[in-house]
Nanobody, 123 residues
Framework: QEPLVESGGDSVQAGGSLRLSCAAS????????MGWFRQAAGKEREGVAY????????KYADFVKGRFTISRASAKNTLYLQMNSLKPEDTAMYYC????????????????WGQGTQVTVSS
């Protein structure tokens, strides 16, 4: 069983919305800090949003503030990313990540990575 499985990626028009989901297996029970990253074709992976289940702190990259919201349903062991007002530059493969330490996740060094889900935004 994969530790993290993303879903919800799709092709949408600019201005549209999508909600990504990341189902976490029991293997990640000791990884309360989670985040979303993305990687566009030909570019490096970048952090999008992060959440700590222990402190409740959420952090966002400047380019998604006010448009994206990260949340977590602990009972379902699922992480979400609500994406509104999507832009063509949001087109990328989106990855879920989980780790024990919040800063490690933010630094792109989590304990677990998902396989990714593709988001394509057309103008």
């Amino acid at each position: 069983q994969e530790p993290l499985v993303e879903s919800g990626g799709d092709s949408v028009q600019a201005g549209g919305s999508l909600r990504l989901s990341c189902a976490a297996s029991e293997d990640t029970y000791n990884s309360p800090c989670m985040g979303w990253f993305r990687q566009a074709a030909g570019k490096e992976r970048e952090g999008v949003a992060y959440i700590s289940a222990t402190s409740g702190i959420r952090k966002y990259a400047d380019f998604v503030k006010g448009r994206f919201t990260i949340s977590r349903a602990s009972a379902k062991n699922t992480l979400y990313l609500q994406m509104n007002s999507l832009k063509p530059e949001d087109t990328a493969m989106y990855y879920c990540a989980a780790g024990l330490y919040f800063q490690s996740v933010i630094n792109g060094n989590p304990d677990y990575w998902g396989q990714g889900t593709q988001v394509t935004v057309s103008s």
